[in-house]
């Protein structure tokens, strides 16, 4: 199958790709490297076959669908977004030039192109809004009420992929992802806490947590992850899916977990909590077990060791 994969010079799209080509699937990436690094696509630039091609673009560009139509792509995997929360809040017009306008050129492309399928990337931790702690692990069905400007061009995206797949039959999955975490994940910027907690600690350097610590998140391992997205391009249509464990874990757990892989016997310095942080976040995987057969496999510690591993072997 000839994909796309928008993003995929990314952290999550990247890894993707790699499971994607060692699949047999002919891999195209659309990336404008503003966050994104063709390092994290050495392997698949690599591949002896010329099974892989790259192509640096904007999504904003509507130059993206003549490229649909020169390579009728039967999928497409759209990773590609302004992904930071506090920048939607100070900019939102670019947050939805990027996210929601950049995404309708991706499914006006699909729409020229004949494409089969659009799976996209959602985001379970902001789309719900505001969520009382005796509904978590929050399932899809929970109201959407996105607080934020970033959390409003993902919902946003997800009742275009509804309007086009009732106009145009362009069948689609969205997948609301936790937190996900792994190896290639930018440790600078709007990066995970994991990412971050693995640079400080090889750089000797003290990790910071704001507030508490208490606050939880539902951290999911990018291996899995890539899974779900791969069996959604077979399955799953016209659905919202959730993409996590379900599980609710604190930093303190989170640093402690980290700390006894990296050998580290000190404790984090506590800051003042930051503005608008959720204080509890967990999305409920039942229906994607459903409807893709998925499930994450990958548990905390497994996944925060192959994490720094990875880290250590590539400073």
Known sequence: MRVLVTGGAGFIGSNLVDRLLVEDHTVDVVDDLSSGSLANLADARAEPDHRFKFHQMDIRDPAIVDLFKRREYEAVFHLAAQ????LSVEDPVLDAMLNVIGSLNVLEGARAAGTKKVVFATSGGTIYGHIEPEDLPVSESHPMH?????????????????????????????????????????PHGEAGVVAIFANRFMGGEECWIYGDGEQTRDFVYVDDVVDAFVRAAERGSGLLLNIGRGVEVSVNQLYRAMAAVAGIDEDPVYKPPRPGELERSAVDPARAKIHLGWEPWTDLDSGVKATYDWFTASA
């Open 83 to 86: 992904i930071d929360v506090r």
């Open 146 to 186: 996105p607080l934020s400007p970033y959390g409003v061009s993902k919902k946003a995206v997800v009742d275009y992929l509804y309007a086009y797949r009732e106009l145009h039959q362009i069948e689609y999955t969205a997948l609301a992802l936790a937190n996900v975490y792994g190896p290639r994940q930018d």
